[in-house]
């Protein structure tokens, strides 16, 4: 069927273009979400000056907390040494979403926090599922990203991070 | 075929883009999921083997943007639907397609969209893919941000119901509405100091229907209006929102003339290592869908949100969750989140974090007296907000404790105590009246080193009996060891057994083993074995899923 021809072409089409994206690095959609403070910010320009690490969480997602637990542990020495910035997404609902910050807070986490309660941002960058980390240079190019989350994984993310440093 | 020339549209846009400048070529993202499963028979779970004997459910995204202009489609795929699936999913073809625009002052999208009006509850349209749940509205939508701080929705279309023969089949009621908002701080940006932030905001939602009723007259035009506000003042938030709904007889309320409302509120504040959150919501006959004739959870317009924490672990998660009742409700949630200090006795070296939630609801009290059901005027009962009789629908206390002892080993300790009114929210075809359940749960992680782990879950549910009769399907007990090796590999293995079902004969093993790999945004995933029949929810709302026995396989991709 002719309609058939044209899904496998541009199937085809996205895959090659997307690739050629990935070589010449791709930037991050432009979504409107605001943070714990209800300020507003624009995903595309969240203007940190270093790199930016953004992980996709939710407050009823265990492995998310764990891996974010886990950074929170050793942020201040991350952000001493390369000066990332780790931008939390939540991906919490109405139906969970105020509990955001009493658990961020309740945690003292230092992240930047965005919600994104009906998963707009999420859906702009392809998540699957959650926890998704993607690592951002500091001119907005996409560099490295990561599904799932098992112990360890932190040090293979910050060995990413100093990569960036280093160029 | 306007299909064609969406598709043409597109087609051309990736030539385009390969044939510009590449830092002017626009970016592509979207993702890939694809899941397959082969099943066998195994009757004593009453587990089927279809007769295809393998199904599988794939999707993939693509949304392009390059500069003001954006595109998006999501192709869809059933080869017949996996099991537990919404059953009127077949076929291969497009489910979801846009093409926008997008600069400061306005943001325009023709095709699918997926919307939010306030808390949702006057409008929700939202996806959940593993879930099958997508309501999104084909039609228009227009944003427009005149003046900093404020901002107009307007929307107009279709509801998606379902997806046949790889085609998307709209729900028969037309949806339209508009939405305003104001923050404060953005619109006078001297006004309020940083300790302030304030905002206001208003929707107005309206469906059409025809009235095909041969006795009653039904309201074609029925809206959903009202307001929320939120306000922060240092580390206090405090949101609320109010909407009502006009007269909407449908099959959920079996065709009455009430009005509807549906109000919730939270209170929160938290500093450093502590947080607390109070939450209240009142609903009344307020299923609000685009066709009256629907149920389950087709072509919902608005949401909403069940006040209750949402549960991990697989016991609790999946044999006793809760959604709202749309026909009426009063919940009442209190969550608190407290860090004892590193240093501190309690604290050790790490610190310790213990969480506190507290979540109920009741029926609404609803007066009849002086009411006759039966008159013309179709009003069957008065209530009024946040009025609850001592009815309950559900309960839940639990309380959980993180504890890190050292660099490598850590526990979490969990109870929760469930009482849940199965006569309303019916979750077991084999209990009666309130369902209570006492949970336990360890769970132990191990680091064995930089990149090997381990993690360990003991789980024990045990059902209080009733007039000496066990309820519901008895104790159940669960397993679960996962080794993972960062950043690639994980194995696990998961049995759960139903060692006090009243019947020896059905006291069944669940087990399963699972295997993953994961490179970067790649992910492939193994599962065999027994899986339960059971309630599968995401934030609230939920899917039966029938037993099984099998193989799956999943993939997803994200680029």
């Avoid at chain 2, 974090?353 to 005027?377: H, M």
Wanted: glycine share 8%.
């Amino acid at each position: 069927m002719k309609t058939i021809a044209f899904f496998s072409f541009i199937f085809v089409a996205s895959i090659l273009n997307s690739q050629e994206a990935d070589l010449n690095l791709k930037k991050l959609p432009s979504v409107d979400l605001r943070d714990l403070k209800g300020k507003k910010m624009n995903t595309s320009t969240m203007g940190f000056t270093g790199p930016v690490v953004i992980s996709f969480w939710a407050t009823w997602c265990s492995p998310c907390k764990k891996e974010l637990n886990t950074i929170h542990e050793v942020y201040s020495d991350w952000k001493e040494e390369t000066g990332i910035t780790l931008v939390a997404v939540s991906i919490d609902d109405e139906k969970t979403k105020n509990a955001v910050s009493t658990y961020v807070n309740g945690k003292a986490w230092e992240f930047e926090v965005l919600l994104d309660p009906n998963g707009d941002f999420k859906r702009a960058m392809g998540v699957n599922n959650v926890p998704h980390t993607f690592l951002i240079d500091k001119d907005g190019n996409i560099v490295y990203s990561h599904n799932n989350y098992a112990p360890g994984d932190e040090e293979k993310l910050f060995e990413e991070i100093k990569k960036l440093g280093a160029k | 075929m306007p299909k064609t020339i969406f598709l043409f549209f597109l087609l051309c846009l990736s030539f385009a883009t390969f044939s510009q400048d590449y830092t002017n070529g626009g970016t592509f993202t979207g993702n890939i999921e694809s899941t397959f499963q082969y099943l066998n028979n195994d009757s004593i779970i009453a587990a089927n083997q279809p007769a295809q004997k393998g199904l599988i459910n794939s999707y993939m995204n693509v949304f392009y943007t390059n500069k003001n202009f954006k595109a998006g489609m999501r192709i869809e795929s059933y080869l017949p639907r996996i099991q537990g699936y919404p059953n009127r999913f077949d076929g291969t073809g497009i489910g979801m397609r846009y093409i926008g625009y997008t600069n400061k002052l306005v943001d325009i999208t023709l095709g699918s969209f997926y919307e939010q009006f306030g808390a949702g509850l006057s409008l929700r349209a939202y996806e959940d893919r593993a879930l099958g749940y997508d309501n999104l509205l084909d039609g228009i939508r227009l944003i427009v941000n005149p003046y900093s701080g404020v901002r107009l929705k307007g929307v107009y279309g279709y509801q998606r119901l379902s997806f046949q023969q790889g085609r998307i089949i709209h729900g028969e009621g037309i949806v339209r509405g508009v939405d305003a908002e104001i923050n404060f701080k953005e619109a006078f940006d001297s006004l309020l100091s940083d300790d302030w932030d304030f905002g206001l905001g208003a929707s107005f939602v309206s469906k059409f229907q025809a009235d095909n009723d041969n006795e009653l007259i039904l309201p074609q035009n029925v809206g959903a209006y009202g307001g929320r506000f939120n306000a922060r003042y240092k580390k206090i938030n405090l949101n609320g929102e109010y909407i009502l709904k006009e007269q909407d007889p449908s099959n959920d309320n079996s065709k009455i003339y009430n009005f509807g409302h549906a109000a919730i509120f939270n209170l929160s504040y938290s500093k450093k290592g502590f947080g607390v959150l109070l939450s209240g919501k009142s609903v009344d006959n307020m299923s609000y869908r685009s066709d009256r004739t629907k149920d389950l959870q087709d072509v919902f317009i608005n949401f909403l949100p069940a006040l209750n924490k949402t549960h991990t672990y697989n016991l609790v998660a999946t044999l006793y969750p809760y959604a709202t009742q749309p026909l009426g409700e009063v919940a009442y949630q209190a969550e608190v989140l407290y860090s004892f200090k590193k240093g501190t006795l309690v604290g050790g070296k790490y610190g310790t974090t213990v969480n506190f939630n507290f979540s109920t609801t009741y029926r609404p009290t609803q007066r009849t007296s002086g009411i006759n059901p039966l008159d013309s005027t179709g009003v069957t009962y008065r209530t009024r907000p946040f009025e609850m009789s001592d009815s309950l629908y559900w309960r839940d206390i639990n309380i959980n404790v993180t504890k890190k002892f050292n660099k490598k080993l850590s526990f979490i300790f969990s109870y929760f105590n469930i009482n849940v009114n199965n006569d309303v929210a019916k979750i077991s075809n084999d209990a009666s009246g309130i369902i209570k359940a006492h949970i336990g749960v360890v769970e132990g992680s191990y680091k064995i080193n930089k990149k090997h782990a381990i993690r360990a879950e003991l789980q024990g549910l045990f059902v209080e009996r009733k007039n000496g009769q066990t309820n519901d399907k008895g104790d159940w007990a669960t397993i679960l060891v996962e080794y993972t090796v960062s950043p690639h590999w994980s194995f696990g293995f998961m049995n759960q057994y139903n060692y006090g079902h009243p019947n020896p004969n059905l006291r069944v093993h669940y087990p399963i083993i699972t295997f993953g790999y994961v490179k970067e945004a790649t992910r492939f995933m193994i599962y065999y074995g027994r899986q339960r029949a059971g309630l599968f929810c995401v934030g609230g709302v939920c899917r039966f899923v029938p037993a099984s026995n099998g193989l799956t396989l999943s993939f997803t991709q994200s680029f």
